[in-house]
């Protein structure tokens, strides 16, 4: 309600940050997103996808306690980036294929950045290194499997089904449907990032962020830094935005690879909304963002001191 209320008051002043929300979203997410919401939807429609699942069934069973539809999740996941796992995990639930405990080990590791965005848009457009963007994308895949493993044994004397048959979507019109809904999942991310982009503002504009901004700062000893990856908590990719313009730094593959481990909130708003259609605990989703963030962090630090420096 304050939030709306200064907006009523001031909104003129904040046309500016819609706008960046929205260019942020249509120049660097869409052309990384939507090809894979695209693909995504149009293996949902064919029948490989379950020999595909079969074929992974004792991949996953054996390390992270899923089953080959839940490992067909991480797999899409780690292809189209967040929230992708999220939609897939929901879908598979609500569809009887796996149950909740599986789900929610499903939503755990399911919830990575994809390939393009870290080695193109993050490596080669705003840091201008295909080399870090490599390496970022190293730090998150090690991450996930690990993130995997841990969660495992959550709850691990219920195991996964077995014996379950996918049953693809049936469509009348593929081509039709798939566009459909993979314009409507990336109109809904560019809505929410063009959101977070004005609270943001709102919040900056009103010193709200300045006392963790100064916290950080003590922290990393570095003004830049803390203030992207501040930024970055909330919404992932103006954070990431802030960053670049620092460089590469010691600290900075850390600080880029902790931010798109957690995703900021934006993405984990993103995520839940779908999460909440299967009924799946919120708290497991959260604290795996969190333990990723924390892996990410000290794995990039590791590849930081090893390959950049």
Known sequence: MVTLAILLCVGSNYQSAIFYGINLWVGTLLPAL??????????????????????????????????GLGGYAYIMSLISGYPIGANIACDLKNGGLIDKTE????????????????????????????NFGLILFATHL?????????????????????????????VDNLLYESIFSSVNSTLFIGGLITIFSLMLEVLTSLNLL?????????????????KGFTFGLLECTNGLKALSVCGIMPLTLPLV????????????FQSLTFLKKAKIKATVFVCSKLLSMALNFIIGLIFSNLFLL
């Not at 919830?111 to 080695?119: A, N, Q």
């Not at 901004?213 to 830094?225: A, E, P, Q, R, T």
């Not at 690879?257 to 984990?268: E, T």
């Open 103 to 130: 789900a929610e080990r499903v939503s755990a590791v399911a919830s990575t950045s994809s390939p393009m965005f870290l080695i193109a848009t993050i490596g080669g457009i705003m840091f201008s290194s295909l």
């Open 210 to 226: 300045t006392p963790i901004i100064k916290g950080f700062s003590f922290v990393f000893g570095d003004f830049n830094l803390a």
């Open 34 to 67: 939507f090809p894979y919401f695209f693909i995504t939807a149009v293996l949902s429609s064919l029948k490989s996808t379950g020999k595909l699942a079969n074929f992974l069934s004792p991949i996953f069973k054996f390390s992270f306690n899923i089953s």
């Open 257 to 268: 690879a902790s931010l798109c481990g957690f995703g900021g909130l934006s993405v984990i």
């Open 142 to 170: 090690i991450s996930s499997i690990i993130i995997g493993i841990i969660f495992s044994f959550y709850k691990r004397k219920e195991k996964p089904k077995t014996n379950t048959t996918f049953s693809p979507n049936k």
